[in-house]
């Protein structure tokens, strides 16, 4: 069996975080580890409260995991302060891990900054270079270009701007405009548009997270970039049209719906 771990924060509704990421990767048929970098209070309405875990614990945790059941895949997404995030960079280079998908979780949903311009920096220059692939949507990848993504030509610029200095792939989600739901790979100079079915559901919590983990259990199940790119987005698009209605705000996937045959 291929193994995948995530290391990202823990959503208490289940919704998002690390719960989305192991449903994800069990949905794939992959064994799923966590490495968790906070705790978070939170529902389909918000985030009410953070507990950040010490860098240092984190990195006991991957230290655990890449020394007993080691990884054939790694998903990282909510890491929020520069401690953590050096702490995962070091250790992702002390353990030579592959295939690295990296959610740069930056901007929320409502456009809220989720981390400070400080450790937006660290991720960066120390995390984003080690990854094979990056998942920003439309505002995150707006952070890391400089300039405001308005049509599908400003994501094809962007792409290019931001992937310039990483040796990954670039995937930006075009789910926030507004006339489309494509999304772009930029990898290796060359651009591949994933033209995306614009499904009527409002419960879209924890789509980002569910994407980059389906990415990453491709990627361990041995699939190349551009195919696990394709399957992991027909995987979240079946999600979507699932229509599974749970809390009193944006709610969640049923990330099941392959295994419960719905």
């Known amino acids: 069996m291929k193994k995948v771990v995530t290391i990202a924060g823990s959503d208490s509704s289940g919704g998002a975080g690390i719960q989305a990421d192991i449903k994800t990767m069990m949905a794939h048929g992959v064994f799923a580890m966590s490495a968790i970098t906070a ?69 929320s949903t409502s456009g809220c900054a989720l981390m400070s311009p400080d450790a937006q920096e660290t991720l960066v220059t120390k995390l984003l270079p080690l990854a094979d692939i990056i998942t920003p949507n439309i505002p995150e990848a707006e952070c890391l270009c400089g300039f405001e993504i308005k049509s599908t030509e400003d994501m094809v610029r962007a792409a290019r701007m931001i992937g310039e200095n990483l040796k990954g792939g670039v995937l930006i989600k075009g789910g926030h405009l507004t006339e489309t739901a494509d999304d772009l790979l930029y990898v ?14 409002p419960n879209t919590h924890g789509t980002g997270c569910t994407l980059s983990s389906a990415i990453a259990s491709n990627l361990a199940l041995g699939y190349d970039m551009k ?32 295994i419960t045959g719905k």
């Open 227 to 258: 195919t696990s790119v394709k399957n992991a987005k027909e995987y979240i698009t079946g999600a979507l049209k699932d229509g599974l209605d749970l809390g009193k705000g944006s709610g969640p996937l049923n990330h099941a719906y392959r």
């Open 188 to 201: 290796n100079g060359e651009c591949i548009w994933y033209r995306g079915e614009r499904v009527d559901n």
């Open 39 to 107: 705790l978070t209070a939170q529902n389909t309405t918000g985030v009410y409260d953070v507990l950040e875990a010490t860098p240092e614990f984190v990195g006991e945790q991957i230290d655990c995991i890449f020394n007993d059941i080691r990884p054939d895949a790694v998903k990282i997404g909510m890491v929020s302060n520069i401690g953590i995030i050096e702490k995962i960079a070091e250790k992702l280079k002390e353990h030579q891990a592959e295939n690295i998908v990296v959610d740069p979780v930056m901007v």
